[in-house]
């Protein structure tokens, strides 16, 4: 087919959903633009790696332009989407404008703090490779800092709190204390870590919430194992950069809170009728188009679809993001005159998983649940079979080698774009 008689595709956001969705088109007969406001990937699952420095964070990243290198069919446009135009059927962006035939919207979510500033104001989130590495420089600079902190600050900087215990809160909870096991006092003989508390904060009755019991009890056994204070039931009501609150009237001392509890779909201007559903996720047909909407789809988190196995719609996991990237490019490439044969998105659990520490995760298959060794080992080799590139299969593989004989990684490294403030006159060396 001639350029001129293409239709033209245009995906916004390349996680996920939007780049699978690319790859799936990229031989169909149709122009295909991806819009990103990065110009990588990021594979979100490990991003609690880069967080405690266990993976660089290019290892967890993959750049848009090498994937891409060979089609002529896909164009990579680096740019902020700010805004939709569904009547004139365009997408304006930070850097440019561009008309659509058919409009795919994979956007994804952002941290939801649900209406505190506050909470937005102090907490960290750890939503994107950026944010995970001012949470690595955040947890290395608090130990740096602590060496000549006067002894009653101290309590605030060494007290950790992860808000939030699905799999992100858990599995940062875990590779936080085990930093502590194992890394801190080599890297830093003249401290005492035993005022080190790592707390992980959920509001529901138990951790994985989402998961089934045996992953729930084991994930708790493990984190406590490894000295995680974990506390459910428990709701935050504020914090301040300094102290947490509890809505049951507790508080937690801290100068460092990770807020793993909440996300929701990120808005565009344009985007505005019945279709935004709870947690701006945008509610979408079994075809995975928009209620109300012509020629606009939703995959990924930011979609919202009812079907009988999901009535309260599906749960944001890398996997229904990847499979409905897949079913709406086969139904694309059937094309708009044989709408009649397009399939209806349905999604196969396959399972779910999340690993707590060295030897300790849980796994959760559709028949069979199990917990420990043997399930790490298979949170390892799904999550390296998912990794794109060889490069980052094989980094990451001597890394993971790495730290399973001498529990110890060389990826310490603080780095900081801006200048900051390095010194703080008011505290006195103590050594
Ligand atoms: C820390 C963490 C750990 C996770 N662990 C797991 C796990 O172990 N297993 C699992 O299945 N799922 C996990 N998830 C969830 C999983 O990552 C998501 O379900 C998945 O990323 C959803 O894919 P998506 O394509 O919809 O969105 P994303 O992968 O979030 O992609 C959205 C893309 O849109 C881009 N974008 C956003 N707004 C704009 C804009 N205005 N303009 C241009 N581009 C924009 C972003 O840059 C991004 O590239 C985890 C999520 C997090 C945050």
Redesign the pocket.
């Known amino acids: 087919m001639s350029e001129v008689g293409k239709k033209r595709i245009v995906i916004?956001?390349?996680?996920?959903?939007?780049?699978?969705l690319a790859r799936e088109l990229k031989q169909s007969d149709n122009k295909i633009f991806l819009?990103?406001?990065?110009n990588?990937?990021?594979?979100?699952?490990?991003?609690?790696q880069v967080a405690t420095s266990r993976l660089e964070p290019s290892s967890i990243s993959f750049p848009l332009r090498k994937v891409f290198q060979h089609e002529k069919n896909v164009h990579v446009r680096l740019?902020?989407?700010?805004g939709i135009d569904t009547y004139s059927k365009m997408v304006y962006?930070?850097n440019f404008d561009i008309k659509y035939d058919k409009l795919i919207i994979?956007?994804?979510?952002?941290?939801n703090y649900f209406g505190n500033e506050r909470l937005k104001e102090y907490a960290m989130p750890?939503?994107?490779v950026t944010e995970?590495m001012a949470l690595r420089n955040r947890i290395l600079l608090t130990f740096e800092k602590a060496l000549y902190t006067p002894e009653k600050d101290l309590k605030a900087m060494m007290n950790f709190v992860i808000v939030g215990g699905g799999?992100?809160g858990v599995?940062?909870a875990g590779a936080i204390a085990e930093m502590k096991k194992f890394i801190l006092p080599k890297d830093y003989p003249d401290m005492d870590f035993s005022n080190l508390n790592i707390f992980l904060i959920e509001g529901t009755d138990a951790t994985l919430i989402s998961m089934s019991e045996n992953a729930q009890k084991f994930s708790r056994k493990y984190l406590e194992e490894l000295g995680v204070i974990v506390k459910t039931n428990t709701l935050v009501s504020d914090y301040d950069g300094d102290v947490v609150t509890f809505q049951d009237g507790g508080k937690i001392e801290t100068k460092n809170v990770v807020w793993?509890a909440g996300?929701k779909g990120?808005l565009?201007d344009g985007l505005k009728g019945d279709y935004l559903v709870r947690g701006n996720r945008l509610k979408v047909d079994r075809f995975n188009e928009i209620e109300g909407l012509e020629d606009v789809y939703a995959?990924?988190?930011?979609?919202y679809m009812e079907t009988e196995k999901y009535p309260r719609g599906h749960?944001?996991?890398?996997?229904?993001?990847?499979n409905?990237?897949k079913n709406l490019a086969q139904n694309i490439i059937k094309g708009n005159d044989n709408k009649d044969k397009w399939t209806p998105f349905e999604y196969i659990d396959k399972g779910?998983?999340?690993t707590v520490g060295k030897k300790r995760a849980v796994v959760d298959l559709p028949n069979y649940k199990f917990q420990g060794w043997f399930a790490w080992i298979t949170w390892m080799a799904v999550?390296f079979w998912l990794i794109l590139s060889v490069k980052n299969k094989l980094v990451i593989f001597i890394n993971w080698m790495m730290s399973y004989f001498n529990n110890d990684s060389t990826l310490r490294i603080i780095l900081r774009a801006k200048k900051s403030k390095t010194s703080d006159k008011s505290m006195t060396m103590k050594t």
């Open positions: 916004l956001g390349a996680g996920f959903a939007g780049l699978k819009i990103d406001r990065h990588y990937h990021q594979f979100q699952p490990l991003m609690y740019a902020t989407v700010e962006t930070n994979a956007i994804g979510c952002t941290t750890m939503k994107s995970s799999p992100t599995e940062l793993a996300v990120n565009l995959i990924g988190d930011i979609a749960p944001q996991l890398a996997n229904v993001a990847i409905q990237a779910s998983m999340a999550h």
